[in-house]
């Protein structure tokens, strides 16, 4: 019979390691609940003003909850995650760090805004803008083989700090068994967060969560892939979008071209400084690929929800 375990709070860890024990040990259709710490590990409150991120200790951002070991699990395997469940726990930041996000040249100047989450649905960035509330774990992975450490920020084949908002409620996330048992984390958990997270932060808040845990013996995948419940985009559908692109022969580029379009359309439009239309376009923006195929110029474009507005 399938078992409901309780990961204890205070257990979490900095680092990518295949050598920590395991705190919690399941079975194929076990369930794991989670309240985990918010990414800066208390580090910032919600009192904390901008000057708060002097100061962080790099070494204790990203803690996560775990490992949690799945039974039989070996290489070549695949660990499935279900998502039963996950919503904030009251309150969330959002943060522009210096040297970090896709305008970082721009914007080098540390900024910090908090929000209340209480209402669960939506969040007010500012009176007449309101930012859907789209709970999810910004990381979620398995250890990785070999004997390094490695610091938790950078994604990989084995997942980690993914940062993909469509890992909400009702979807199931596969990931490669890379070591025995798995040796499944997760954390940095998002209240809302547009494709891309461009300033390198999204709402960053603790959270409640309730993952349903299976395994694929001998299934083998390259990389984590993951199936959605219904529609990707629920709460933003139904008013509209504008679009700004950016055509470079360099992705990258292209990319930043698009963003800066967007945030000088946010702040001249709707009259908020720049620094806030790139937050705001980090927590409500979607950057995607529109063309890759017509050499040598490649287009991406950043899609602002309108029903935010108003």
Not at 65 to 90: C, F, K, Q, Y
Not at 190 to 200: K, M, R, S, W, Y
Not at 242 to 267: C, F, Q
């Given at each position: 019979m399938a078992k409901t375990h309780y990961f204890p709070e205070d257990k979490v860890h900095f680092l990518w390691d295949n050598e920590l024990e395991p705190v919690v040990t399941v079975a194929p259709g076990d369930t794991v609940v989670y309240h985990?710490?918010?990414?800066?590990?208390?580090?910032?409150?919600?009192?904390?003003?901008?000057?708060?991120?002097?100061?962080?200790?790099?070494?204790?951002?990203?803690?996560?909850?775990?490992?949690?070991?799945?039974?039989?699990?070996?290489?070549?395997?695949?660990?499935?995650?279900?998502?039963?469940?996950?919503?904030?726990?009251?309150?969330?930041?959002?943060?522009?760090?210096?040297?970090f996000g896709l305008l970082a040249d721009d914007f080098p100047d540390a900024y910090l805004k908090t929000f209340d989450l209480s209402n669960g649905d939506y969040t007010l960035?500012?009176?007449?803008?309101?930012?859907?509330?789209?709970?999810?774990?910004?990381?979620?992975?398995?250890?990785?083989?070999?004997?390094?450490?490695?610091?938790?920020?950078?994604?990989?084949?084995?997942?980690?700090?993914?940062?993909?908002r469509h890992l909400t409620k009702g979807t199931v996330l596969r990931l490669p068994v890379e070591v025995p048992g798995a040796l499944f984390s997760c954390g940095d958990a998002?209240?809302?967060?547009?494709?891309?997270?461009?300033?390198?932060t999204g709402i960053e808040c603790p959270m409640y969560a309730s993952l349903r845990f299976n395994l694929i013996k001998g299934k083998t995948i390259p990389a984590p892939q993951f199936q959605t419940p219904g529609p990707l985009t629920p709460k933003s559908?139904?008013?509209?979008?504008?679009?700004?692109?950016?055509?470079?022969?360099?992705?990258?580029?292209?990319?930043?071209?698009?963003?800066?379009?967007?945030?000088?359309?946010?702040?001249?439009?709707?009259?908020?400084?720049?620094?806030?239309a790139y937050v705001l376009a980090s927590l409500a923006v979607d950057l995607k690929i529109s063309e890759i195929v017509d050499a040598p110029n490649w287009i991406v474009s950043s899609y602002l929800p309108l029903s935010i507005f108003g």
């Open positions: 985990t710490r918010e990414v800066s590990d208390g580090q910032i409150t919600p009192d904390s003003t901008t000057e708060v991120l002097a100061d962080l200790d790099w070494d204790r951002l990203y803690p996560l909850a775990g490992p949690v070991a799945m039974e039989d699990a070996e290489p070549g395997d695949t660990l499935e995650v279900e998502i039963l469940d996950i919503h904030t726990e009251g309150w969330g930041w959002a943060a522009v760090i210096p040297g960035f500012k009176d007449d803008i309101a930012v859907p509330i789209e709970p999810f774990f910004g990381t979620m992975g398995v250890s990785q083989t070999g004997p390094d450490k490695p610091v938790i920020m950078p994604p990989g084949p084995f997942g980690g700090n993914m940062d993909t998002h209240a809302a967060q547009g494709d891309g997270e461009v300033c390198v559908e139904g008013a509209g979008w504008y679009a700004t692109m950016g055509v470079n022969p360099d992705l990258m580029e292209a990319a930043k071209d698009s963003l800066r379009a967007m945030v000088e359309h946010i702040s001249t439009t709707y009259g908020i400084e720049p620094v806030e």
